[in-house]
């Protein structure tokens, strides 16, 4: 389908999903948070795909945050729906069972850091900036920021960002865990095409495994999220990509993995 606010790109097992609206640096807006829903719907259905990207066009932002010119004017009842809207839209990222790579080449503020945050990897430009500045807006994080600073960055760091609302550089960023690689603009794409491409060749059903043992894993006890890690462990028995992996160790060559 076509898409407005979306610009969708296929390169073998991944595919790119590119927020394009540059002129507003790509502000998540009603229209595009409905799209990028619809996009990781079709993404998570096609079995082609094995990895995504996101990323926002341009070189100055990934995403400068949720759409300041639509909240504007937003009811309470509003707000409410477009919380709930933005919210969703980042627990189905985060539930892909594929991965997902964040591509931050510029300002990840507010949605934008929130968005960032909701994908399994980041990897940043050492241009790139963070930030939950909605303080300054006298506003509140409304698409997961309090909840999954929390748990990537810890108390202390979720409180100074949310609180100070001041930007923070990409190694810094990376310094509080928040994002998993740092690399020089001018190799930001090597950078996340080859980690894209050794993800696609991953078996995808370990894959899909180790996301959910981690993420439902990090909302629970050590004894329910070692359960889940038995349970993921056990499943990966019932592939033929396991057969194939462990086979292919034994045989001293590479694996082809199949997703089956
Ligand atoms: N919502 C709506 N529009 C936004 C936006 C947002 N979150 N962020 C940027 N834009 C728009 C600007 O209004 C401007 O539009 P215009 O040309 O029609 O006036 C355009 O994008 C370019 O932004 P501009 O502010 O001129 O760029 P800059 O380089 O001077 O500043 C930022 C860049 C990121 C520092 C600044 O745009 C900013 O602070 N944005 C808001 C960040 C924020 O508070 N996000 C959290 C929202 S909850």
């Known amino acids: 389908m ?5 610009e969708i790109t296929h390169r ?3 595919r790119t999903i590119t927020v394009n609206r540059p002129d507003k640096l790509n502000a998540l807006n009603r229209d595009t948070i409905n799209e990028l829903t619809l996009a990781f719907n079709q993404a998570a259905q096609d079995d082609d795909v094995r990895v995504v990207v996101l990323t926002g066009a341009g070189e ?3 995403v400068a945050g949720a759409d300041i010119s639509e909240m504007n004017g937003y009811t309470p009842v509003q707000a409410q729906g477009f919380s709930r809207a933005g919210q969703q839209l980042m627990s189905r990222v985060e539930r892909l ?8 080449q510029g300002f990840a503020l507010g949605g934008g850091m929130e968005l960032a945050m909701c994908c399994h990897l ?7 900036k963070f930030g939950q500045p909605e303080i300054n807006l006298g506003l509140v994080p409304g698409f997961g920021g309090t909840q999954r600073l929390l748990r990537l960055a810890g108390r202390g760091a979720a409180l100074e960002l949310c ?3 001041a930007p923070i550089s990409a190694q810094r960023a990376y310094e509080l865990g928040v994002v998993t690689r740092v690399v020089a603009p001018e190799v930001l794409d090597e950078a996340v095409n080859a980690l894209a491409d050794q993800l696609a060749v991953a078996a995808p059903l370990a894959a899909a495994g180790i996301l959910d043992a981690v993420l439902q894993g990090g909302e629970a006890s050590i004894d329910q999220g070692l359960e889940f890690e038995t349970q993921a462990f056990a499943l990966a028995f019932s592939t ?3 057969r194939e992996g462990t086979s292919a160790f034994l045989e ?3 694996a082809t993995f199949k997703g089956r």
Do not use: Q
């Open 2 to 6: 076509a898409y407005r606010n979306l």
């Open 12 to 14: 073998g097992a991944v």
């Open 60 to 62: 100055k932002a990934f």
């Open 97 to 104: 069972g594929k991965p997902v790579i964040a591509r931050i």
């Open 122 to 128: 980041r990897v940043a430009s050492e241009k790139a």
């Open 163 to 165: 609180l100070t609302g």
């Open 240 to 242: 033929e990509d396991m």
């Open 252 to 254: 001293k060559r590479k």
